[in-house]
């Protein structure tokens, strides 16, 4: 049973750019969840979507958007991209099965310069 | 607004040592899931305990324990007899319901904790 995984793994990208990054979550698990981990600080809650639709949005400007395909797998999208940017992102997949317990990938580790 | 307070931002101790990380958490919730997580250097959130805050039962498993205790608002972890695999950094979070079962995590900053051998 395969986890949640993400990619790419690493990126790097130019200030005022725009990036993709992609989640695939777990088996059995229809909702799914971005955070933002800048160095040294703990996650950051940025939106979550279940059934396509954004259910949930933390303290994140609209350069920041995402998707959320039929199969459940979900893309986050960043305009513009800053430096401040730069930061590990996270995704979690969860489902009812196992209690929304939230099962997160390995991230995606965005370098903006 | 919730929020969740690790006030240790690293920790050091000598390999077999107990250590103990504070967390402490503000919510307006009556229902609310607490959580730890150990993040390892290659960045994976490893998930080790979720609590509902009508259970303060303590709870141990194996070499790891954790102390809820609903007046202080804490939730507590301690590692008995550290090992250095145990090296990583630690966050506590909190949960806001969502509806319909789901949720979003507020995190601690975290503690590193380095296991000296």
């Known amino acids: 049973d395969a986890g949640v995984t993400q990619s790419p793994t690493h990126l790097i990208k130019t200030r005022g750019q725009q990036v993709t990054l992609r989640c695939s979550p777990k088996?059995?698990?229809?909702?799914v969840s971005w955070y933002q981990q800048a160095l040294g600080q703990g996650p950051q809650f940025i939106f979550q979507y279940y059934e396509e639709e954004e259910r949930q949005r933390g303290n994140f400007p609209d350069r920041f958007s995402g998707h959320q395909f039929p199969n459940y797998s979900s893309e986050l999208n960043v305009n513009a991209l800053l430096l401040g940017d730069s930061a590990l992102y996270l995704c979690?997949?969860?489902?009812?099965?196992?209690?929304?317990?939230?099962?997160f990938g390995p991230g995606t580790r965005l370098t903006v310069t | 607004a919730q929020k969740v307070t690790q006030a240790q931002t690293e920790i050091s101790v000598v390999e077999k040592e107990d250590v103990t990380l504070d967390c402490v958490y503000e919510t307006r919730d009556t229902t609310y899931y607490l959580f730890w997580y150990k993040q390892p250097p290659s960045g994976e959130l490893v998930f080790l305990i979720r609590r509902n805050s009508f259970d303060e039962q303590n709870e141990i498993s194996g070499r790891y324990s954790w102390n809820f205790q609903k007046s202080t608002s804490s939730f507590n972890f301690t590692i008995t007899a550290s090992q250095v695999v145990d090296s990583a950094v630690y966050f506590c979070a909190l949960s806001r319901s969502l509806g319909a079962g789901s949720y979003q995590l507020t995190f601690g900053k975290g503690t590193k904790l380095s296991v000296i051998p």
């Open positions: 979690a997949s969860s489902g009812p099965r196992q209690g929304y317990e939230q099962y």
């Open positions: 088996s059995g698990h229809d909702t």
